[in-house]
Structure formats: C-alpha cells, structure tokens
C-alpha cells in the first residue's frame, strides 16, 4: 500500500537519513540481544519495546498513555465476533501544545511467536494483527499505529476512505543492517511527529506521498489509454488494408476491451522484468518469451 515517495524523502532529507548514533545503537544491540536469548522472561518483552519507544525514538514516557490513562473511545467494537480492540500504548500530544492530549500513534504489542501478518492466535476472529490495527486505526479516526512482536515493527498508515499501507521494520536487520535502523529512527522519532513543520511530520510526508503516488497512477492510465488508441488504429488500418474483412464479426466494445487487455497485461510484464522477477537476461527467456526485448 502506499508508503513514502522518494520525492518527498529527498525533500524531507535532502541530506540524507539522520546520522547513526553508536551508543543508543550498541544499547539496543545489547538489549535486542538479551531479548532474543529469553523472550518470554517476566517483563522483558515489554522492557525491549519501552527501551524501544523511549531511547530509540525518544518518546517521553508523560505522553506514552496506557492502561487506564488511554482515553475513552479509541477502541473498535467488533460485535460480530463479541471482541473490542483497543491498543496497548497510545502517543499523545505533549501537553501546552496545540490540541494537546490528542492521540497521535496507536501501538499494539503482540507476543513474540505471533506473526503480524497471519491469523491470530486465541481469538474467534482469525484476523492479522496488521488488519486488527487497521480496523483500530479507522475506528478511533486515527491514521498511524505501530504493531510489535518484538521482532517485527510494522507500521500502519490507514486514513479512512484511503488505501492502507504498511511497512515493517525488523530487531535482527536493525543489527546487521544499521541503514535500516536510521530509517526507523528518521521516520519515527518523536521529533517527527512534534518537532518539525507539520508538512514534515510522518504523517505529513505520508500525506504528500499518497499525492506523488496518485500522480504516478494517473499518468500511467493516460500512458496506457494512448498506447491502446495506437494499437486500435494500427488494427483499422491492417483492417482496411484487407478490405473490411479482418474484423467484420468484431465490434468495437469488444476490440476495444481485448486491446486494453493486452496492454495491462504487458504493462505487468514489463513491471515484472524490470524489478527482475522474471528471467529476464537468461538467453531462451529473452529469445523466446521477454516482452522487454521484443
């Protein structure tokens, strides 16, 4: 789903991500560590992910609202299922800032075998933590929230009405791949959601990515509607050239739907070898079945 525009992030950093920070990195490496060596330690699940929330993305534990300090209403009431999903720790605004006390991240924490992606365990509805915090997120009309196993980060950006996005994070690339970390601290930090414009705020970056993203859509379908019109009269004319015999039993809708058919068809194709998902560059696929060298 929709996530940062590359646009927008050379805006946003023209600099590049935030600089690497050794010692809250060797702290999390060390904390990370002793997590993975015995998750299910009394306390130290949530230990890692408050050292998370509060060194790494230096969140103020004043405006981590749980518990009983959550206000009322962010919650989904799923009666079909006789279930009501709230999160676990929500970030409010500080407060003497504007519409202080509102929330501005919801975070919900699983347990450490819980896939974030597949059905969850112990529950009559089988849904994913990531479609449960969507369902949340819309719910309260509140468009971020953060699912954690510990492992996995993901974020979800899910305003109403709007496609949902979700990207994840992960505790062991944190460690190997340390450019991942700086861009979970870019993204996430608390300076990104009180520190900065508010067309620099995460969700102002998501916001104008959705933009740049919607751009990229329609200048496809224009693309795409012109290489259909070019296709169709190179038909009429192959037509003509038979003397109206080539597609006499054709009507038009239909040659029309077939043609635009194709050409999605190849428009995936294309996609497909660009991102090398294909064989493209094995000599009997380029020869015989690319589109991309025809």
């Known amino acids: 789903g929709p996530f940062v525009s590359m646009p927008v992030l050379m805006r946003i950093f023209p600099q590049g991500l935030d600089p690497r920070e050794p010692e809250p990195a060797r702290e999390l490496k060390l904390a990370y560590e002793e997590w993975l060596d015995k998750p299910d330690a ?7 992910i408050k050292f998370v929330l509060t060194h790494i ?11 009983q300090t959550i206000p009322s209403g962010i919650e989904a009431i799923m009666a079909e299922y006789g279930e009501t999903l709230k999160p676990d720790i929500v970030v409010m605004r500080p407060k003497g800032t504007p519409v202080e006390n509102k929330p501005h991240l919801l975070i919900k924490i699983y347990a450490p075998d819980q896939k974030l992606d597949s059905p969850t365990a112990g529950k009559l509805w089988k849904a994913s933590p990531a479609t449960r ?5 819309h719910a309260a009309d509140v468009p971020l929230g953060l699912v ?10 899910a305003p ?35 520190g900065v414009a508010e067309s620099e705020t995460l969700l102002g970056i998501l916001r ?10 329609d200048q496809l379908g224009i693309q795409v509607r012109q290489a ?18 080539l597609l006499k039993d054709v009507d038009e809708k239909k040659l029309y739907e077939s043609a635009l058919t194709v050409m999605m068809r190849l428009v995936f194709l294309f996609s497909a070898e660009e991102r090398e998902l294909l064989l493209l560059g094995d000599s ?9 060298t025809l």
Request: a negative charge.
């Open 42 to 48: 009394p306390g130290r699940h949530l230990s890692l």
């Open 57 to 67: 993305l230096a969140f103020p534990a004043d405006i981590l609202a749980e518990g």
């Open 133 to 137: 915090m969507t369902e949340l997120l």
């Open 148 to 157: 954690t196993n510990g492992e996995q980060w993901m974020l979800v950006y």
């Open 160 to 194: 109403r009405g709007e496609t949902t996005g979700y990207a994840s994070w992960y505790g062991n690339l944190w460690i190997e791949e340390a450019i991942t970390l700086r861009a979970f601290h870019s993204l996430l930090h608390c300076r990104r959601f009180f």
């Open 208 to 217: 104008e990515s959705a933009k740049d993203q919607q751009e990229v859509t």
């Open 228 to 245: 259909v019109e070019v296709l169709i009269q190179a038909f009429d004319r192959i037509d003509a050239d038979s003397g109206r015999r």
């Open 284 to 292: 009997l696929y380029d020869e015989n079945y690319a589109v991309s």
